[in-house]
């Protein structure tokens, strides 16, 4: 349970300049060549949305917990821009363990795509935790269908952050 490096996304508002989910944004499974990039995605959306959340982790450590961890235990997708790794969403079964999207990139639709991307690949539904602070992914996830089902007091995170739980059931 908790928040630990989970939950960013982008905002609703606006669209990149053609309109839609933004330019020639690609999706496909990463790879273990992406993790420097998956590590700057991960790192800068989340000093960038929440400032607040204490940095527990060196690089390193990140660059590790990315190649070892998610990379090998859950499915990542990148979606990519004219070449660049713009976003990533990580999910294991039923559940949306990470959604980050490079800041100069939210608002324009990234976010959407790799979101619709998850709930493609789990149906029967989501889960996912979000910091109860960071409104603007709190606004995201409740745009996208997602009901927050429960709150902590952040006891059970390492960053001692309250946070919420919310799912995602498809419509009937």
């Known amino acids: 349970m908790g928040t630990s490096f989970f939950a960013l996304a982008e905002s609703t508002r606006g669209t990149h300049a053609g309109g839609g989910y933004g330019g020639q944004v690609r999706l496909r499974p990463a790879e273990p060549s992406d993790v420097e990039a998956l590590v700057d995605i991960h790192v800068s959306s989340s000093r960038e949305a929440m400032p607040w959340l204490p940095q527990l982790h060196t690089r390193e450590q990140t660059v590790w917990w990315m190649r070892h961890h998610v990379l090998v235990r859950l499915r990542v997708w990148v979606a990519e821009e004219e070449g660049q790794v713009v976003g990533y969403a990580a999910l294991g079964p039923g559940e949306l363990e990470q959604l980050y999207v490079r800041p100069g990139y939210q608002g ?61 059931k498809p419509a009937p």
Request: charged share 30%; no cysteine; net charge positive.
């Open 108 to 168: 324009r639709g990234v976010g959407r795509r790799l979101l619709a991307q998850a709930k493609a690949l789990e149906p029967q539904g989501l889960e996912l935790w979000v910091f109860q602070r960071n409104t603007r992914a709190r606004t995201f996830y409740e745009a996208h269908g997602f009901q927050p089902v429960s709150f902590t007091d952040g006891s059970r995170n390492e960053e001692r952050e309250p946070d919420a739980r919310y799912t995602w």
